[in-house]
C-alpha cells in the first residue's frame, strides 16, 4: 500500500539548515511527484514546493531563495533543505503524494529555537 | 499568486443541520479540491476535481462550483463531521490552500 514516512530532527537552531526526508513506499517517484507542506501550530497549510516526476521542482516564491527539494529514487527518498531557519519556521511538515495530495505522512514537527 | 479565502471560518451545526463551506479564488482555477483534517492528525482528501468525493467520503457531502466561487456542502450534519475543511487550488503555481473553516458540532 502507499505510504509516505518524514523523518528529521525536532529541534533546529535559528540560522541553520533544516534536513528532512521523506520515504515513500507503494508508488514509484519515477512516476509521481512528492509535495512538501507545512502548518505551523494551530495554523493553516502552506504549500511549499513539489519534485516531480521527471524530477522537476517547483517552489513557493515566498520560499524559494531558502528551499532545495531533491530526491534519490533507487532508495524511494525525497529530501527538503531550507536554510536560514527562523522561529517563524517551527511548524509540522508533511510529504503528500502528487499530482492529487492523495496520500499523507503522518508529519514531523520542527521546532526552531536556540 | 492565487489567495483562497474560506467563509466562514468558524462555525457550529446542529446534527441534521446542512452546511455550505464557501472558497473563493481571487483568480479563476480549473478546478478546487478539499481536505478535512482533525485535530493531530494528517489532511484527508475530502474532494477533488471540485465535485468528486474521496474514497470513503459519505455521499452527505458534495462539491460544486467554477470560475472563482466553489462550494463544499453536508446535507445533514453528523457528529463525526466536526474538523477543520481546507479548498486547495492547484491550478497555478505556487499552489495554495485556504486558511481553513472550523467545523464545531452544536
Known amino acids: 500500500q502507499v505510504q509516505l514516512r518524514e523523518s528529521g530532527p525536532g529541534l533546529v537552531q535559528p540560522s541553520e539548515t533544516l534536513s528532512l526526508t521523506c520515504t515513500v513506499s507503494g508508488f514509484s517517484l519515477t512516476s509521481y511527484g512528492v509535495n512538501w507542506v507545512r502548518q505551523p501550530p494551530g495554523k493553516c497549510l502552506e504549500w511549499m514546493g513539489v519534485i516531480w516526476g521527471d524530477g522537476s521542482t517547483a517552489y513557493n516564491s515566498l520560499l524559494k531563495s531558502r528551499l532545495s527539494i531533491s530526491r534519490d529514487t533507487s532508495k524511494s527518498q525525497v529530501f527538503l533543505k531550507m536554510n536560514s531557519l527562523q522561529t517563524e519556521d517551527t511548524a509540522i511538515y508533511f510529504c503528500a503524494r502528487g499530482p492529487h495530495f492523495d496520500y499523507w505522512g503522518q508529519g514531523v514537527m520542527v521546532t526552531v529555537s536556540s | 499568486e492565487i489567495v483562497l479565502t474560506q467563509s466562514p471560518t468558524t462555525m457550529a451545526a446542529s446534527p441534521g443541520e446542512k452546511v455550505t463551506i464557501t472558497c473563493r479564488a481571487s483568480s479563476s482555477v480549473s478546478y478546487m479540491h478539499w481536505f478535512q483534517q482533525k485535530s493531530g492528525t494528517s489532511p484527508k482528501p475530502w474532494i477533488y476535481?471540485?465535485?468528486k468525493l474521496a474514497s470513503g467520503v459519505p455521499d452527505r457531502f458534495s462539491g460544486s462550483g467554477s470560475g472563482t466561487s466553489y462550494s463544499l456542502t453536508i446535507s445533514s450534519m453528523e457528529a463525526e463531521d466536526a474538523a477543520t475543511y481546507y479548498c486547495?487550488?492547484?491550478?497555478?503555481?505556487?499552489?495554495?490552500f485556504g486558511a481553513g473553516t472550523k467545523l464545531e458540532l452544536k
Open positions: 476535481d471540485t465535485s
Open positions: 486547495l487550488q492547484r491550478s497555478s503555481y505556487p499552489y495554495t
